[in-house]
């Protein structure tokens, strides 16, 4: 299918496609005439990927494991084989992960020194003018 279509399928942009094709994601066949050519294959990959992207990871963190994106059933489950071109014991997907995660709980700890900061000094400031709203008040999610 061309890229338009492909895009469409996968909920994406071509342009997006060309990018992820840029940056190593996807590689794409080409018809004789030069244009790309995308399978059924390509688009669950597209889907991964964005699932990928959409969940917090970068560009770069997905280029480091997109070798194993094709080893996991379209159904979802995941085969023995994640561990990578390396054999046992070596799971890039897991490393990067765990890299993202930890990144994550700093900036949050980060965040959260950065309110408790903001919240004292305005209430030693401005006293009874200022109200600090409670440490665990959460916005309402937005709708996806």
């Known amino acids: 299918m061309r890229i338009g279509d492909a895009a469409a399928a996968s909920g994406l942009t071509p342009r997006a ?3 992820y094709e840029q940056r190593g994601l996807l590689t794409a066949r080409r018809t004789p005439s030069g244009h790309r ?7 669950e990959r597209l889907r991964a990927i964005r699932e ?6 970068t560009i770069g963190d997905v280029r480091a494991f997109v070798h194993v994106l094709d080893i996991t059933s379209p159904s979802g489950g995941r085969t023995s084989a994640t561990t990578g071109e390396g054999g046992t014991g070596h799971c890039p997907v897991a ?6 995660v930890a990144e994550l709980n700093q900036r949050i700890e980060q965040l959260t020194r950065a ?3 903001l919240t004292t000094a305005l209430a ?11 440490a665990d008040l959460t916005p309402e999610p937005t709708p996806a």
């Open 17 to 19: 496609l060309r990018y």
């Open 37 to 43: 050519d995308y399978g059924q294959h390509d688009i």
């Open 52 to 57: 990928l992207l959409d969940a917090g990871l």
């Open 95 to 100: 490393e990067v992960t765990i890299q993202r």
């Open 115 to 117: 309110r408790d900061r």
């Open 124 to 134: 030693h400031r401005f006293g009874d003018f200022f109200h600090a709203p409670p």
